[in-house]
């Protein structure tokens, strides 16, 4: 069984087009394990329920941000291990060197291409 068959992943962003392009880009990888939530507190009540391998995540949310959803899910012993791809369009150094410092594992500059996306994931989970 390939990868992209068992593979499980949250897509966290508060802006509905957002989301949908990024699903959409999944579903043509041949990725149909998606979740999505449009806010972090939603995403960890999910992932929760039903665990997930990557988490691509939104920088820019109100109440909280892409970078304090990855800070709750590496405190958390059961989602500590969870590969984590934040998507910015603000991808300043400091943003990026905090995001590492906090166990990021990726990050994509907004506007990408599907293909980017793929290279993203590729580099955290291995080929799709």
Do not use: W
């Amino acid at each position: 069984m390939a990868l992209r068959d068992q593979l499980r992943i949250m897509v966290v962003d508060d802006m509905s087009t957002s989301r949908g392009l990024i699903t959409q880009a999944l579903d043509a990888m041949g990725i149909r394990q998606v979740g999505y939530a449009s806010d972090g507190p939603g995403a960890l009540a999910a992932i929760e329920k039903a665990p997930v391998h990557l988490v691509v995540s939104d920088y820019n949310m109100p109440g909280m941000d892409g970078l304090q959803l990855l800070q709750a899910l590496r405190g958390n012993p059961r989602t500590k291990g969870v590969g984590f791809i934040l998507i910015t369009g603000r991808a300043d150094r400091e943003l990026v060197e905090t995001g590492k410092r906090l166990g990021m594992n990726n990050f994509l500059k907004k506007p990408f291409l599907p293909q980017e996306l793929r290279s993203c994931i590729e580099a955290v989970v291995g080929r799709l």
